[in-house]
């Protein structure tokens, strides 16, 4: 068992959110960059996610995966960074509702709008999400107004849902509503997101001039 976190990533993948996240918590890590037509799918890797996908860490003879996961991990890992409310908060709550309805419904209903699929009216109770409008709606109500999603602290709920608006924003999967542009520009602006992207930036830079 070792406390060294080990990263397994590539830059243009959901691993810049945890990059983030590491930054956030400011422990030394090692980052192992993989690619996608290779090393992503070796038995090397593949005996650490059997999913052959990014991101994963290991840390203290344990291996995450998931991204809101390991943000959810990190976080208790390393309590003195204060990046969760506390267990007996009523923000606790608040903060895995959120960090949970990101990786569920709005994956999903992004993912799905992304591949062009569309649930059918009469289908909605069907699926978890219901459909992508209803989805962004309720993620609306949880930043309007609203500094971090899950108290006066930031967290890493904050981290997780806020890549995922950012990203679906850039990328045209979530409409540019009011809300959710001040709700980014806010927690992107943290010198550990800026760091974070930088990194990863030169990483592609790197990759790019080499090929």
């Given amino acids: 068992m070792t406390d060294e976190i080990v990263f397994y990533t590539n830059p243009m993948s959901r691993g810049r959110v945890i990059r983030w996240m590491l930054e956030e918590v400011g422990a030394p890590y090692r980052t192992e960059v993989l690619d996608y037509a290779s090393s992503m799918k070796a038995p090397a890797y593949l ?20 991204g809101a996961a390991i943000c959810a991990y990190l976080a208790d890992a390393f309590p003195e960074k204060g990046l969760a409310p506390p267990v007996s908060s009523p923000e606790r709550g608040t903060y895995y509702r959120w960090l949970m309805f990101a990786c569920g419904p709005v994956e999903s209903a992004v993912t799905n ?99």
């Fill in 113 to 211: 709008k992304s591949l062009g699929f569309g649930v059918p009216a009469d289908r909605k109770p069907m699926a978890g999400y219901g459909c992508l409008e209803d989805t962004l709606d309720a993620l609306e109500t949880a930043v309007t107004g609203k500094t971090y999603i899950a108290g006066d602290r930031f967290s890493a709920a904050d981290v997780y849902v806020g890549s995922q608006i950012g990203w679906g924003m850039m990328f045209g999967s979530i409409e540019k509503r009011p809300a959710f542009e001040a709700y980014w520009a806010g927690i992107s602006a943290r010198p550990a997101a800026k760091r974070a992207a930088e990194i990863d930036d030169a990483l592609i830079a790197a990759a790019q001039a080499a090929s």
């Fill in 47 to 66: 005996a650490i996610n059997p999913m052959g996908k990014v991101p994963a860490i290991t840390h203290r003879g344990v291996t995450i995966t998931e």
